[in-house]
């Protein structure tokens, strides 16, 4: 059972347009949530992270939105870039752990 | 430079030749973390350490084991390994505590024949 879905598993935006990659999560236990940016070839790198006590965290051209009720969060990437094209993957937390659970990853593809 | 490094990065083996994934952080890390990448289902995580002799399972523990004997090295033990172990395996390590951003190794491509 995946605790964590992407449901898109690719997306294509125009550079300089947003794009808006989402993750719909199951377990009402997560109270931490992330986003990671991966490469060919490559681990993933952390991009940015919000708490269940926000619904909203920012860091540059990436938001971060949390809809608790919905069980739902989702990364905007505004203006997105040539350089974002990767695939993105949401994680969650369950309080109190150190177990993580992703998503199966969006592959975002930004056309110059 | 702070970095997790990860060796080998290629391997290919054959059913039952026990093997070690090697993985080394240099940030002083209390946490590590082995995860593996499948088509179709992310990244999932085996096990995970919380400090030096402290270990847990993850979500697919089942025909690995770990040890944590340094703070700076957590090794991933394929006793026998089988075809369906097949996989691109990650390491990571975060300072623990709160701190929930981890840093990751470049990966191991395992191919079990």
């Known amino acids: 059972d995946q605790q964590v879905k992407q449901n898109s598993p690719s997306l294509s935006v125009q550079e300089g347009r947003i794009s808006i990659l989402n993750c719909d999560y199951t377990n009402s236990m997560f109270d931490y949530f992330l986003w990671y940016k991966k490469y060919p070839a490559e681990g993933p790198t952390f991009l940015i992270s919000?708490?269940?006590?926000?619904d909203k965290n920012e860091d540059g051209r990436f938001t971060v939105f949390l809809n608790k009720s919905a069980k739902h969060l989702s990364l905007h990437i505004v203006p997105s870039q040539p350089g974002d094209s990767a695939v993105y993957f949401c994680a969650a937390s369950p309080s109190l752990t150190y177990k993580y659970i992703f998503g199966t990853g969006t592959r975002l593809k930004v056309l110059a | 430079e702070a970095q997790v490094t990860q060796n080998p990065r290629y391997l290919i083996t054959v059913t039952g030749k026990k093997l070690t994934v090697t993985c080394s952080q240099n940030?002083?890390?209390?946490?590590m973390s082995w995860y593996r990448q499948d088509p179709g289902l992310g990244l999932r995580q085996i096990y995970y350490?919380?400090?030096?002799?402290v270990t847990d399972k993850g979500d697919v523990p089942e025909g690995y084991k770990v040890s944590r004997k340094e703070k700076r090295n957590f090794p991933l033990i394929l006793e026998s390994p089988s075809p369906n172990q097949t996989s691109l395996y990650f390491c990571?390590?975060?300072w623990g505590s709160g701190s929930y951003e981890q840093y990751f190794g470049p990966g191991t491509r395992l191919t079990v024949t």
């Open positions: 350490s919380m400090n030096v002799e």
């Open positions: 940030m002083n890390h209390e946490y």
């Open positions: 990571a390590s975060s």
């Open positions: 919000i708490s269940s006590i926000k």
